[in-house]
Each structure stands twice: as C-alpha cells, then as structure tokens.
C-alpha cells in the first residue's frame, strides 16, 4: 500500500504542476485572444479541469474502498464516468480545434471562418478517432450498473439468511 501511495502522490503532483502552467497560459490565451483559438483553449482547460476531477475521484474510491463502503465505490465510479465522458468530450473538441488551425496555417482563425471546417473534424474525432474511449466509458457506466445490482442482491439474500 506504501509503493501505491507513493506513485498515486507522484502522479498528482505531475498533473498538478501540468495543470497550474496550463491553466496559466490558457488564461492568457483566452482572455487576449478571439476566435477559434480562444474556443481551443477553453475546451483544453476543460478537458485539464476534467482530469483533475478523475484524480480527486480516485482518491474518494480509495477512501471509500479502505472504509469497505461497496455501494459508496460505484457511485463514485459512475461519477467518474461521467466526467471522464465530459473530459473525453471536451479533448475531442480541441483536437478538431487543432485540426481546423492547421488547416488554416499560421494565421489566426475567427469562428466564423472556421465553424464549418470545426463541426466536420469534430464529428470525425467523436465517431472515428475517440470511438474506442466512449465506448470503453459506456462499458464501465454498464459494469459499475451491474455491479450495483449484484451488491443490492446479495445484501437481499443476507437479509434473508
């Protein structure tokens, strides 16, 4: 359990250094910048803000698995899909983001010449690039369902014993 808390605090304090440079160049970005660009950058930081919320849900299905709480588990677990659904989301924007400005070379682009160019490689990275990471997330939306049922039947049948 040491080595697993070692390499669980390590990780989170590379995502969490990551996340303060990112968040700090995405601010400016934003905040200076107009069009397709800014539009990158907000679902970039949405995406950063995504992960971290994936790393704090770790840590409470940690808790809550050393409390022994099963049920507490899977509602974590289905909040966690959740999110990372909406990261998953979000990341396959900026890469059509991504995309669309390089498409469009070294100028900047603003939204309304990008927007049709954006809705096509945004489809394209959701059916096509991504699939395997949405359909991996509805398999554990779906386990973590079944799991909950097997949890609630078996608490029925020790009730009834």
């Given amino acids: 359990m040491r080595t697993l808390n070692i ?7 590379i995502v969490g250094l990551n996340s303060l440079l990112f968040f700090g160049r995405g601010g400016h970005i934003v905040l200076n910048y107009d069009g397709l660009l800014r539009l990158l950058w907000i679902f970039k930081m949405i995406t950063y803000s ?3 919320m994936l790393l704090y ?4 299905v940690r808790q809550a698995l050393l409390a022994q709480n099963g049920l507490a588990v899977l509602r974590y677990i289905r909040v966690m ?4 659904f909406g990261a998953a989301l979000s990341n396959s924007l900026a890469n059509a983001g991504l995309e669309t400005q390089s498409e469009f070379g070294k100028h900047l682009v603003g939204w309304q010449e990008a927007k049709g160019r954006f809705f096509f490689h945004a489809l394209e990275q959701v059916f096509d690039v991504s699939l395997l990471i949405y359909v991996l997330i509805i398999a554990l939306f779906l386990l973590s369902g079944f799991a909950r049922i097997s ?5 029925e049948n020790e009730s009834i014993i």
């Fill in 57 to 60: 849900g770790v840590f409470c």
């Fill in 151 to 155: 949890a609630q039947l078996k608490s």
């Fill in 50 to 52: 995504g992960i971290i």
């Fill in 81 to 84: 899909c959740g999110v990372a």
């Fill in 7 to 13: 390499i669980l605090w390590t990780i989170v304090l």
